[in-house]
């Protein structure tokens, strides 16, 4: 079957830094995605790794690791607006999305 | 870009009534993709499209159909609604094997 993983929930501080993990199980791999998604909005595109190796994109960055299904998502210097479900995504062989359930994430002041 | 747009933002629909999505895919995306996203929950894949033809479908059962029209704008049409079809319906438009799916705003549907 087709798994993926993150956790349920997170809590920083602003201005820390967060780390949220992802394992995957799927049927073929032909990339990862992290978005972003606000409360009964859209979810919004944040990352893409296809091979190993860390990605970053400003106060944000992605690793890969494909040998053991794990990915993270790495949020620097953390604000009140980065409160936010951060959902974990694999397109599998057949190019559809397999989403986890989502980290919901909450910064304090 | 013009983006993604669903319509409806928001619809209620009764226990056995049928109901039609629509969505316009972002310009010159040639895919589009459908998602129910029930409350608290990832987004579950329904079934995409490439070039007006369905070419990859999840878990949901017939009753869950599209289409997609040669402008790439699409529609998710559900029959014999129940209860447990209550969920954000999201539209994601992207190139075939491409880097980005752009999502819509999503169309939040409650079957009462």
């Known amino acids: 079957g087709q798994n993926i993983d993150q956790p349920t929930e997170m809590t920083a501080t602003e201005g820390a830094i967060v780390q949220i993990n992802c394992t995957y199980q799927?049927?073929?791999?032909?990339?990862l995605f992290w978005y972003q998604q606000h409360a009964g909005e859209a979810p919004t595109f944040l990352s893409y790794?296809?091979?190993?190796g860390l990605e970053e994109k400003g106060r944000f960055s992605s690793f890969l690791s494909r040998s053991k299904g794990y990915s993270y998502l790495l949020l620097k210097e953390l604000q009140m607006k980065d409160s936010a479900s951060y959902l974990c995504?694999?397109?599998?062989?057949?190019?559809?999305?397999?989403f986890g359930t989502g980290t919901r994430l909450q910064v304090f002041p | 870009e013009t983006g993604v747009t669903q319509s409806p933002t928001h619809l209620i629909k009764t226990r056995g009534q049928q109901v039609t999505l629509r969505c316009s895919s972002q310009?010159?995306?040639?895919?589009v993709s459908w998602y129910q996203q029930a409350l608290g929950q990832g987004p579950q894949f329904i079934f995409q499209?490439?070039?007006?033809?369905?070419?990859g479908r999840g878990n949901f059962p017939p009753r869950f159909s599209g289409l997609q029209f040669p402008n790439y704008s699409s529609e998710l049409n559900v029959n014999a609604l129940e209860l447990d079809d209550s969920a954000l319906y999201l539209c994601?438009?992207?190139?075939?094997?491409?880097?980005?799916?752009?999502f819509g705003s999503g169309t939040r549907l409650t079957v009462v």
């Open positions: 994601a438009s992207s190139f075939l094997t491409g880097e980005g799916y752009t």
């Open positions: 799927t049927s073929g791999f032909n990339g």
């Open positions: 790794n296809v091979l190993d």
């Open positions: 995504a694999v397109r599998d062989r057949t190019d559809k999305l397999i």
């Open positions: 310009s010159g995306h040639n895919t």
């Open positions: 499209y490439y070039r007006e033809e369905e070419n």
